[in-house]
């Protein structure tokens, strides 16, 4: 790989400059691996061979690294994927989204629950004009809303996924795309919110959880 390769590789896909690292990586340290009188590279330590397992460690760390790199690519472009989705939404407004569920440590629309759009929330409010605010909150609970739909596309109705835990639970994200879309989330938020994470007894709490699922497969 030339060094315009590597350029073409960052400008485009920051995915294959770490594919490339990975690689150059593993050839030293197999090139080490299989040097004469090194039978592990963690013994010559003990051997005292100071430099070979201080470049052994080195290629270690950098091999995690560009590993821990790529993850990071592949999970930020899952997000980016997902909101090429919403082509309604202008280009700036989506990348302001993305950048602040990436600060937030969000990877994927399916890992946003009540306390990230908190988060999300707190954010926004950094911007200046409610109509704006609201604007991207709205924009924000749509697209949630879209890939409980996504998820539950190919499955039967009554494939439910649905499982007790003790945190906030907020119907408008219900991970059942029909009980979901019928709620507001602007409209009586407090009520819409069923915090299982407050202190109790666990045996109380979840017949609760029962009693708000068996409600919700209610027909309204």
């Given at each position: 790989?030339?060094?315009?390769?590597?350029?073409?590789?960052?400008?485009?896909?920051?995915?294959?400059?770490?594919?490339?690292?990975?690689?150059?990586?593993?050839?030293?340290?197999?090139?080490?691996?299989?040097?004469?009188?090194?039978?592990?590279?963690?013994?010559?330590?003990?051997?005292?061979?100071?430099?070979?397992?201080?470049?052994?460690?080195?290629?270690?760390?950098?091999?995690?690294?560009?590993?821990?790199?790529?993850?990071?690519?592949?999970?930020?472009?899952?997000?980016?994927?997902?909101?090429?989705?919403?082509?309604?939404?202008?280009?700036?407004?989506?990348?302001?989204?993305?950048?602040?569920?990436?600060?937030?440590?969000?990877?994927?629309?399916?890992?946003?629950?009540?306390?990230?759009?908190?988060?999300y929330l707190r954010e926004i409010e950094k911007l200046k004009g409610n109509l704006l605010q609201k604007s991207y909150l709205g924009e924000l609970d749509a697209?949630?809303?879209?890939?409980?739909?996504?998820?539950?596309?190919?499955?039967?109705?009554?494939?439910?996924?649905?499982?007790?835990?003790?945190?906030?639970?907020?119907?408008?994200?219900?991970?059942?795309?029909?009980?979901?879309?019928?709620?507001?989330?602007?409209?009586?938020?407090?009520?819409?919110?069923?915090?299982?994470?407050?202190?109790?007894?666990?045996?109380?709490?979840?017949?609760?959880?029962?009693?708000?699922?068996?409600?919700?497969?209610?027909?309204?």
């Amino acid at each position: 790989m030339t060094l315009m390769h590597l350029r073409i590789a960052v400008w485009y896909k920051p995915e294959r400059l770490l594919e490339y690292i990975y690689f150059r990586q593993t050839i030293i340290h197999d090139n080490i691996a299989r040097s004469e009188g090194l039978a592990s590279l963690p013994s010559a330590h003990r051997k005292g061979d100071e430099s070979r397992y201080n470049l052994w460690y080195t290629n270690q760390r950098g091999i995690q690294k560009a590993l821990d790199l790529k993850r990071g690519c592949m999970a930020k472009s899952l997000l980016h994927k997902e909101l090429q989705r919403f082509p309604d939404v202008p280009v700036r407004k989506k990348t302001r989204i993305q950048n602040i569920l990436k600060d937030i440590g969000i990877n994927s629309l399916e890992e946003l629950g009540y306390e990230e759009r908190e988060k999300y929330l707190r954010e926004i409010e950094k911007l200046k004009g409610n109509l704006l605010q609201k604007s991207y909150l709205g924009e924000l609970d749509a697209m949630k809303l879209a890939s409980i739909k996504w998820a539950a596309e190919g499955k039967a109705a009554s494939d439910w996924n649905v499982r007790y835990s003790e945190q906030k639970f907020f119907l408008p994200y219900f991970p059942v795309y029909k009980i979901a879309k019928s709620f507001d989330p602007e409209e009586d938020r407090e009520i819409l919110l069923w915090d299982f994470s407050v202190k109790g007894y666990k045996t109380l709490k979840r017949q609760v959880f029962k009693v708000l699922l068996f409600i919700c497969r209610l027909p309204a």
